[in-house]
């Protein structure tokens, strides 16, 4: 099939196979790289260090290191933590969103708009904060939300 579908092809493709097993031959399985191999690859391309873009996420250091060695999941929010660590924009948030194999920000809830209008305009994570805050939204890793 091909690698381009968009998602609404593929579920049309899935609903007309005659079988789950014969989607699943002709589709083959998605792969994606582990999120440690591929943070560590973006740090690369960026020619950052670990340790800036722990601090500028606001990730606590030694559980920012496990991430990238690959011994620790992140949750949602630590993904866009990452994110705003690594100064990706929206659309490459929701690439490591991917790639975490968890939920991508969605523009109808009003917190994940304000994050992707914060990513997308290039606000740094405080900045981000402190408009959820005045939005009356939950902050990023405060516990209200994941």
Same mark, same amino acid.
């Given at each position: 099939?091909?690698?381009?579908?968009?998602?609404?092809?593929?579920?049309?493709?899935?609903?007309?196979?005659?079988?789950?097993?014969?989607?699943?031959?002709?589709?083959?399985?998605?792969?994606?790289?582990?999120?440690?191999?591929?943070?560590?690859?973006?740090?690369?391309?960026?020619?950052?260090?670990?340790?800036?873009?722990?601090?500028?996420?606001?990730?606590?250091?030694?559980?920012?290191?496990?991430?990238?060695?690959?011994?620790?999941?992140?949750? @949602? #929010?630590? $993904? /866009?933590?990452?994110?705003?660590?690594?100064?990706? +924009?929206?659309?490459?948030? =929701?690439? !490591? %969103?991917?790639?975490?194999?968890?939920?991508?920000?969605?523009?109808?809830?009003? @917190? #994940?708009? $304000? /994050?992707?209008?914060?990513?997308?305009?290039?606000? +740094?994570?405080?900045?981000? =904060?402190? !408009? %959820?805050?005045?939005?009356?939204?939950?902050?990023?890793?405060?516990?209200?939300?994941?």
């Amino acid at each position: 099939m091909n690698e381009k579908a968009t998602t609404q092809e593929l579920w049309g493709k899935l609903f007309t196979m005659r079988s789950v097993e014969e989607y699943l031959d002709k589709t083959g399985e998605s792969r994606f790289p582990l999120f440690s191999e591929y943070i560590t690859a973006l740090c690369d391309a960026k020619g950052e260090n670990e340790e800036s873009v722990i601090k500028r996420g606001n990730i606590e250091s030694s559980y920012g290191h496990r991430l990238f060695k690959g011994t620790r999941n992140p949750s @949602r #929010d630590t $993904v /866009i933590q990452l994110a705003f660590g690594l100064e990706l +924009d929206s659309a490459g948030a =929701q690439q !490591l %969103l991917k790639v975490a194999r968890v939920t991508a920000l969605h523009p109808r809830v009003k @917190r #994940d708009a $304000v /994050i992707a209008y914060c990513l997308y305009h290039h606000k +740094d994570f405080m900045e981000t =904060q402190e !408009l %959820l805050y005045k939005n009356n939204l939950p902050t990023i890793g405060g516990g209200r939300s994941e």
